[in-house]
């Protein structure tokens, strides 16, 4: 019922497993990003996998589950802290079916399966969002806090507004899924 | 706003109808479908209004530790482990150590690392950089924090005269738990001999307030004058008036100290001060950080047969249940959509060739609603259940059918006419995610065609004449199209009522006919199968109607 989204063909690059990248979109470090396929990350998002862990070897900086959005004008950040002395980055792990809006900023060490990130959100350090939890537009958490599962998340400083619906998993998965859908190319303009 | 439809719940009302929509209170009675239970024996929705609530465990939502319910009494229902809330700003709290290794530096970044560092530690807001250190509170270690602050709780004196109190009343309660099992509606009423006791202690030496006597409203005055007997008098640990010399709460000392206010941040906000059971003091630098009160997940029950709907999963971050009956399972999904509206904002993106996320929420001039006019609308119904299901509309009654309308005088004339497709339609059965899982490409083009056949349906309005009917079928969704007719004056919001019915195919017959069925015998097609009949009753919202003159105006911009 709802209305296409369309995109111009020659702004995004699809992969194989069905990512879609927007050309706009600045990635750093993209051989340590791991997208898990059908997410889209728009024009303007800023992902910055070139944060990596200092130490030999291959390190996944950051990497989102299926049906992810990372909306337009978005920050990904890898968190970071000075342990023991040493100044290091951390991970950051986003499961599947995760919406973020637009120019949200995200250093988040995890967050879980079918959470909603509004817009205009700021999501501080080594933060963990549960799954089905869902962060209200313009909302600050602030670094450390946890958000356990099936929450509202407002204000600033984000905090507990209400339990979220025991159908949220089911309907926030037909929203992403449904949002992936309708993202298509505008066949019209050529 | 985006049109919408709700679902009733008949809890609140005696009637199974509801009660018309433009009354301001009836919203009460309309939930979105996916807020709703259904309760499989009593045939019925239920909403979070009706369901009865149980809590089915305990855990701190910022350690996610569950907590055992025999410990949460003794713990105050707050976490006992390292969490706490900033009492300025209530975000959680961290450790750090009062020697960071990087001088100065380290204060100002919110991140510190929690395993490093000398004693003594102390709490640290991230948000709002309070610490503990400015009300004296520092750790000898950064571990155990909520049994090393225990002793000052303890020895608080509303802790200890809480403590006092619940020694006091320990024998009533022991004792009325037998007598109160004997009648357990009497929960509801002051005459209960648990209330009876602490109102009657706790009601007294409050000057200023006049005595608040509950059992002069209940039904007995005979139990008021039994259980006062019982009950020797409450000795208060302090006196009332002896609180303000401990700075809290003191007519003078708070008089001299909002005499010298530098800055409003000085003194504590009410909500701030809120949560304490005593009257504390007005300094923002009193102010002592709060244990995290814990959260808890909740089973519900159908209100009338009490079976139960929701049960989650003992594991308190699982979003999984082993029970789940939520009315999205059982009812059609109902949406609707303005067919006008979204060629407008259609042919608003392809002229603008502008990305189609950016103006998405931007609603045009041509979608609004203008009075006078005649708009068509789409429902589209989904069908979850894995049967076919036939689906017949009725606008309910509480506006006039069209034909009788027309003699009515003007003032109870309805603001709107709303025709719906009169003949019952079927949507096919919802088949497993899994089959549709891997054609998504299949789905997109099955999206273009759609549109396509929208385009062509509204040019086909556009010309003659305009279709109330079915629109559109593909999968388990159904669209069906009815229309609107606004009248010159209407105003408001264009919403109905509408009464859903389907007929769906009992779960009742036997599975031996269901596999007969499939051979060509004689006695399977004689016999068909048994057809139950449920309905339920929507709110329809369109969207707010555009005052003329508005409009006129916003165009000529």
């Given amino acids: ?190 | 706003m985006a049109p919408s439809v709700d679902y009733y719940c008949p809890c609140l009302a005696a009637s199974p109808h509801p009660p018309p929509p433009h009354l301001p209170s009836s919203s009460d009675s309309f939930h979105p479908l996916h807020n709703l239970f259904f309760c499989e024996e009593c045939d019925a929705v239920r909403c979070n209004r009706c369901v009865m609530v149980e809590v089915s465990g305990y855990y701190c939502p910022n350690c996610l530790f569950e907590v055992p319910s025999a410990s949460v009494r003794a713990e105050k229902n707050r976490c006992a482990r390292n969490c706490f809330l900033c009492p300025n700003c209530r975000n959680t709290l961290s450790v750090v150590p009062s020697d960071p290794p990087n001088d100065g530096y380290d204060r100002m970044s919110p991140i510190v690392s929690t395993s490093l560092g000398e004693p003594p530690f102390f709490l640290y807001c991230n948000h709002c950089r309070w610490d503990s250190a400015q009300v004296d509170i520092t750790f000898e270690k950064p571990t155990g924090l909520a049994a090393q602050l225990q002793k000052f709780e303890d020895s608080a004196p509303e802790a200890l005269e809480f403590d006092r109190l619940k020694e006091h009343f320990e024998p009533f309660l022991r004792a009325s738990s037998s007598s109160s099992a004997v009648t357990p509606s009497s929960s509801h009423h002051h005459s209960n001999p648990i209330t009876a006791a602490a109102s009657s202690a706790l009601a007294r030496d409050i000057p200023g307030v006049s005595k608040y006597n509950p059992l002069s409203r209940s039904r007995s005055g005979r139990d008021k004058s039994s259980h006062k007997a019982d009950i020797p008098d409450y000795k208060a640990r302090m006196e009332v008036g002896a609180a303000a010399g401990m700075g809290a709460g003191g007519g003078e000392a708070d008089l001299e100290f909002m005499r010298h206010l530098e800055t409003v941040a000085e003194v504590a906000t009410v909500e701030q001060r809120w949560v304490n059971s005593w009257v504390s003091s007005l300094h923002t630098d009193d102010l002592k950080p709060l244990r995290i009160p814990l959260q808890s997940k909740k089973s519900k029950r159908c209100p009338s047969c009490r079976h139960i709907l929701i049960k989650p999963e003992q594991k308190a971050q699982s979003v999984r249940y082993k029970i789940k009956l939520v009315a999205a399972n059982y009812l059609p999904a109902i949406s609707v959509s303005l067919p006008h509206a979204r060629a407008a904002l259609e042919t608003m993106k392809r002229s603008l060739n502008r990305s189609a996320a950016q103006s998405e929420d931007q609603s045009p001039a041509a979608a609004a609603l203008l009075a006078g006019k005649t708009y068509s609308f789409h429902i589209s119904f989904t069908n979850p259940l894995y049967d076919p299901i036939q689906v017949r509309l009725k606008k309910a009654q509480a506006m006039p059918a069209p034909g009788t309308e027309g003699a009515g005088e003007k003032a109870k004339r309805p603001p709107f006419q709303v025709n719906l497709p009169s003949a019952a339609f079927p949507i096919a059965a919802f088949a497993e995610a899994w089959e549709y899982e891997d054609d998504e490409d299949m789905f997109g083009l099955d999206d273009d065609d759609d549109l396509d056949g929208l385009g062509r349906l509204q040019k086909d309005q556009r010309s003659k004449t305009r279709t109330v009917g079915v629109v559109e079928k593909r999968a388990n969704v159904t669209v069906v199209a009815g229309e609107v007719i606004l009248t010159k004056e209407s105003r408001g919001n264009v919403k109905f009522n509408m009464l859903v019915s389907y007929t769906y195919r009992s779960d009742d017959p036997d599975p031996a006919e269901e596999n007969a069925m499939g051979t060509p015998s004689r006695h399977a097609s004689s016999k068909p199968p048994e057809m139950k009949n449920f309905s339920f009753y929507t709110v329809v919202d369109l969207g707010t109607i555009a005052p003329r003159e508005e409009t006129i105006h916003d165009t000529d911009m």
């Fill in chain 1, 1 to 190: 019922m709802d209305a296409p989204v369309y995109y111009s063909r020659a702004e995004y690059i699809e992969t194989d497993t069905g990512n879609k990248v927007s050309r706009r979109a600045t990635i750093a470090g993209p051989q340590n990003i791991i997208l898990g396929g059908k997410t889209v990350i728009a024009s303007g998002a800023i992902i910055r996998g070139d944060l990596r862990r200092t130490g030999p070897g291959h390190a996944v900086v950051i990497s989102l589950g299926r049906y992810c959005l990372i909306g337009e004008g978005c920050v990904m950040r890898p968190p970071y802290k000075t342990y023991r002395g040493n100044f290091n980055y951390y991970p950051m792990k986003i499961g599947d079916h995760v919406h973020v809006g637009s120019g949200s900023i995200v250093e988040a060490a995890t967050i879980g399966n079918h959470v909603e990130i509004g817009k205009n959100c700021i999501i501080g350090k080594f933060t963990i969002i549960k799954d089905c939890a869902k962060i209200a537009d313009n909302t600050v958490i602030p670094p450390n806090t946890v958000v356990p599962a099936l929450a509202l998340f407002a204000g600033s400083p984000g905090r507990f507004v209400e339990d979220l619906p025991e159908s949220t998993q089911e309907m926030v998965e037909a929203h992403t899924k449904g949002f992936y859908t309708r993202f298509q190319p505008a066949t019209t303009e050529r």
